[in-house]
């Protein structure tokens, strides 16, 4: 497995090794013992699948007490996925950085504690699955402001994303609570 730094101190982009031929193919998606040689040292607790169309919009959300680190891949489809600071201690705090993630490149992402995810599916549907270090705790999830202009992140937008209510209400960077 390759794992591939960012500019978010924490959060990888990782290869991994994908052997193919006429019967398709087949990859390690997961394995304790890479990972920890990685510096991925995080138990996974949950596994989640959600399955989006096209211009489906989901985040940006994190959790505060109750935190967790996510293992993102695409099975199927495109999406561009979004990973942001916000660790008020951190020189990045408040930055983002996007990445193509998809069925057809394998990729996964790496998104430790203390940030917020989300993504937005440019395929005409993606399955996005991920694997969690905490449970879902909706006491304790935020939801930050997915066009808050202070995170000026580019969705690559053509028309209006299609968002849920809870998303729409999301907080801005300015007023969510967040990590020391």
Request: aromatic share 12%; charged share 25%.
């Amino acid at each position: 497995m390759k794992k591939i730094p960012t500019t978010l101190p924490g959060v990888f982009v990782l290869e991994p090794r994908v052997f193919s031929d006429e019967r398709g193919f087949f990859l390690e998606s997961y394995n304790e013992r890479t990972f920890e040689e990685l510096g991925i040292l995080d138990r996974f607790v949950q596994d989640n699948h959600s399955r989006s169309s096209r211009n489906v919009l989901r985040g940006l959300h994190y959790q505060v007490e109750e935190v967790q680190g996510k293992l993102v891949r695409v099975i199927e489809g495109e999406v561009l996925d979004v990973a942001v600071d916000m660790r008020r201690s951190s020189p990045q705090f408040g930055r983002s950085e996007t990445f193509r993630l998809s069925g057809e490149n394998f990729r996964m992402l790496w998104i430790p504690a203390g940030f917020a995810h989300g993504f937005r599916v440019i395929s005409d549907r993606a399955h996005v699955c991920y694997k969690s270090t905490g449970y879902y705790a909706p006491q304790h999830e935020r939801t930050l402001l997915w066009n808050d202009p202070e995170l000026n992140i580019n969705w690559e937008l053509a028309g209006e994303p299609i968002v849920s209510a809870k998303d729409q209400g999301g907080i801005t960077l300015h007023a969510i609570e967040t990590f020391e």
